[in-house]
């Protein structure tokens, strides 16, 4: 008996688990469509979460709140538990795997042997799905690989108890229960609304556009504040929370983008389009800005690309994110 | 991204291939492979040398009998006590005091094996001094 599963490669761990999840239970859904109706984009600066000495920058919503919104708003039944013990967390997952139900589950990246050793990093809040056991291995359907992979159970009970930051204390969840027909429409505008409230109107300054306006003035200040080297650190970081960690800020900008182009296909309004257009060129700026950012590091920067020009750049992708978001408010606001 | 911008910089992912969201020629969202991203790539490699050099500075020390070869396990692994507590069941300021070459010395046999399991080693490797920093055998 070999199960089979819908895998699908995707550009996130997050969404691709839940599109890939939806698939098999009779849903066919993008992981585009799932980042938007879980009102995936976002920005925080959030210098005082420290990793390994420097700032944390998030492009998207805390782990897992994806998941929970897209469940919610579909109205789909879903069963969730985290456990003390490895070994009860896994008798628990050779349950559900007895029955045929794929598991989605929270693992730490740096035990995980199938990751590109590059890649492996203490980053705890990576999703996968295990969809079966031969033998002592599991087969497992990690979103971000080609195909699916075995992962020894050792390995595996060691990723679902990975400690640090996001420790995933071997959360694992599946799918009980499932509309008949998903209604897309309205759960797209709460998605939508969703966004324009984070990145718009949180009033905390290092969250949404504003967030993006302050990080950029604190780039300006890196190389007097933190001297060159450490500034260079510092930069090398951002740029790494951006196009790295969980798929990066210009990443998430094309994410979004197509989940606007499908969203103007389901609610019929050639606007969405037009701002789906937008919201890519706004990724590109994001990718202007990583362009620019790994010359500073290379030490290869040219003539007037000091950190007051890396600066204006997140200046302007904060004033389009911010005046984009403005319009396409308002358009879910309609009635 | 235009679908034919995609970037082919091969350089971190072991011929494995990421996929990322692009436009094709008539303007529709699609899926492409990517083999990894210059940038992305440079920035990666700065925090693989930050992390080299800091395992071959705590070497140093270890070699220097300032600190205890728990310390260069530690390092190997990017753990710092906190997170190297969490994985002993251990508070941080045991570890802390195990990560001096005295206290490291008068542990317990028990103590060794528990350490050493976490980092997938034998509890006589765990106490060896080795001569020269190696992070590229962590990847078993």
Known sequence: ?335 | MQKNEVPQDEALFNGMREVCYAVDDSGRYVLAESAGWEPANIANIQAWEVIRSEVTAVLCKVRAGELSPLAYQMARHQMNAKLLSGYAGLFCWQVRRHLKPGPFRKLKAAQLTRYATIFKISAEELCRIPESSEIGDIQR
């Not at chain 1, 950190?307 to 408010?329: N, T």
């Open chain 1, 1 to 335: 008996m070999n199960p089979v599963f819908p895998h699908r490669q995707t550009a996130h761990c997050e969404t691709g688990v839940i599109a890939n999840l939806l698939t098999y239970h009779g849903l066919p859904l993008s992981e585009a469509m799932a980042f938007g109706i879980g009102g995936g984009l976002f920005f925080g600066y959030l210098p005082f979460i420290r990793i390994n000495g420097l700032p944390l920058t998030t492009f998207r919503t805390a782990p897992g709140s994806i998941f929970n919104r897209v469940t919610k708003r579909l109205g789909i039944g879903v069963a969730r538990s985290t456990f003390r013990d490895s070994d009860r967390a896994m008798a628990a997952l050779d349950r559900y795997l007895a029955q045929g139900v794929p598991v989605g589950m929270q693992a730490g990246v740096y035990w995980l042997p199938y990751f590109p050793p590059a890649l492996r990093f203490h980053f705890n809040a990576h999703n996968l799905v295990v969809y079966g056991k031969r033998g002592d291995d599991y087969l497992i359907s990690d979103p971000v690989l080609g195909e699916p992979v075995v992962c020894a159970a050792a390995d595996l009970a060691r990723a679902r108890f990975a400690q640090g930051a996001l420790a995933p204390k071997g959360k694992m969840y599946c799918i009980t229960s499932v509309p008949k027909q998903l209604d897309l429409a309205p759960a797209i505008r709460q998605g939508i609304r969703e966004v324009c409230r984070y990145m718009l109107s949180v009033p905390f300054p290092l969250i949404g556009t504003r967030g993006i306006r302050y990080l950029a003035n604190q780039v300006e200040r890196w190389p007097a504040k933190l001297g060159d080297q450490r500034a260079i650190l510092y930069l090398g970081n951002q740029i790494r929370m951006q196009e790295e960690i969980g798929t990066g800020g210009a990443g998430f900008r094309f994410i979004f983008a197509a989940f606007l182009q499908e969203a103007a296909d389901i609610l019929g309004d050639g606007q969405f389009l037009e701002l789906s257009q937008r919201m890519t060129a706004i990724g590109d700026l994001w990718r202007d800005f990583a362009v620019a950012g790994a010359r500073h590091c290379k030490g290869r920067a040219g003539q007037g690309e000091d950190f007051a020009d890396l600066s204006h750049i997140l200046r302007r992708c904060a004033a389009q994110e911010d005046a984009l978001l403005r319009e396409l408010s308002s358009l879910v606001r309609k009635p």
